[in-house]
T-cell receptor, first 114, second 114 residues
Framework: EPEVTQTPSHQVTQMGQEVILRCVPI?????FYWYRQILGQKVEFLVSFYNNEISEKSEIFDDQFSVERPDGSNFTLKIRSTKLEDSAMYFC????????????FGPGTRLTVT | AQSVTQLDSQVPVFEEAPVELRCNYSSSVSVYLFWYVQYPNQGLQLLLK??????LVKGINGFEAEFNKSQTSFHLRKPSVHISDTAEYFC????????????FGTGTQLKVEL
């Protein structure tokens, strides 16, 4: 069964450093998303991406964040200058055709900013 | 905007007993409704979804949920739980149509005891 994959599973970085989180969505899917879950809190939407551009973003997704689909398979989330409060589990998700609305989630990347 | 309320943060239950996890939502537009499960240290897995049609939807692992438009609820039920059902359960909502973000509730920790 196709699945969303994410690398790395755990990333530790120092405050102020740039990080790139990588995702490989399900191959024939059209929509891509990033969510995050701070420890003990609910899952929050960050950004959605369709047709090579951002379709929606949340207030959390400020200028420090960017997304890119550099080739036909990868979908990345970049945080330019990490802050302590960026420590969270980051989930990538994808959804398929226009008639399929369920989002499939990857296993997540745990980002720890020290 | 949409919002989701899961009033029960924790639900303890004995094995083979029935369980109901409550979810209420708020939205000014038509929505799709979802239940996701998160096992420890894993990503989110879709349990079931309501898009349209029959208000009783069946999902994986013996779970079912009923959409009640008048009460804006989408409660999750299972007639007989197993130890392996111990996990965090998230109710989520999105606007109808493709590519829309999920708004999650705060989650309910289901703990199944012997």
């Amino acid at each position: 069964e196709p699945e969303v994959t994410q690398t790395p599973s755990h990333q530790v970085t120092q405050m102020g450093q740039e990080v790139i989180l990588r995702c490989v969505p399900i191959s024939n899917h059209l929509y891509f998303y990033w969510y995050r879950q701070i420890l003990g809190q609910k899952v929050e939407f960050l950004v959605s991406f369709y047709n090579n551009e951002i379709s929606e973003k949340s207030e959390i997704f400020d200028d420090q964040f960017s997304v890119e689909r550099p080739d036909g398979s990868n979908f990345t989330l970049k945080i330019r200058s990490t802050k302590l409060e960026d420590s969270a589990m980051y989930f990538c998700a994808s959804s398929g055709t226009l008639s399929s609305y369920e989002q499939y989630f990857g296993p997540g990347t745990r980002l720890t900013v020290t | 905007a949409q919002s989701v309320t899961q009033l029960d943060s924790q639900v303890p239950v004995f094995e083979e007993a029935p369980v109901e996890l409550r979810c209420n939502y708020s939205s000014s537009v038509s929505v799709y409704l979802f239940w996701y499960v998160q096992y420890p240290n894993q990503g989110l897995q879709l349990l079931l979804k309501y898009l349209s049609g029959s208000t009783l939807v069946k999902g994986i692992n013996g779970f079912e949920a009923e959409f009640n438009k008048s009460q804006t609820s989408f409660h999750l039920r299972k007639p007989s739980v197993h130890i392996s059902d111990t996990a965090e359960y998230f109710c989520a909502v999105s606007r109808t149509g493709g590519g829309n973000k999920l708004t999650f509730g705060t989650g309910t920790q289901l703990k199944v005891e012997l």
